[in-house]
Nanobody, 124 residues
Framework: QVQLVESGGGLVQTGESLRLSCLIS??????????MGWFRQAPGKERELVAA???????SYKDSMKGRFTISKDNAKSAVYLQMDSLTPEDTAVYYC????????????????WGQGTQVTVSS
């Protein structure tokens, strides 16, 4: 069974940076993850896509994250990262790593493997 484990969340001040990590374990031959994504859910709000990265490294970002957030991956380490810069209190949320068997998808419904989430809190 595939498992995703996020780490790297925490409490930072406005303008600071954080790097989230997602480790992928338990892959089997009939469990394929083509696209990895980072989502977030702020209190009282719906979960939203932050960024996604495809098998060949293509990326997609929510417009408001472009220029501040960077998604990357290391296939050798089975890891996906989210570098977050210039954080603001509006970025406070639980951040989730997710995997999809679909090619370069940004549709949440097409992600079928999820991590437990990591809390990011940005103070003003």
């Amino acid at each position: 069974q595939v498992q995703l484990v996020e780490s790297g969340g925490g409490l930072v001040q406005t303008g600071e940076s954080l790097r989230l990590s997602c480790l992928i374990s338990g892959r089997t031959s009939n469990t394929e993850i083509i696209t990895m994504g980072w989502f977030r859910q702020a209190p009282g709000k719906e979960r939203e896509l932050v960024a996604a990265i495809g098998w060949r490294g293509s990326t997609s970002y929510k417009d408001s994250m472009k220029g501040r957030f960077t998604i990357s991956k290391d296939n050798a380490k089975s890891a996906v990262y989210l570098q977050m810069d210039s954080l603001t209190p509006e970025d406070t949320a639980v951040y989730y790593c997710a995997g999809s068997p679909k090619a370069m998808t940004i549709a949440e419904a097409q992600y079928n493997v999820w991590g437990q989430g990591t809390q990011v809190t940005v103070s003003s």
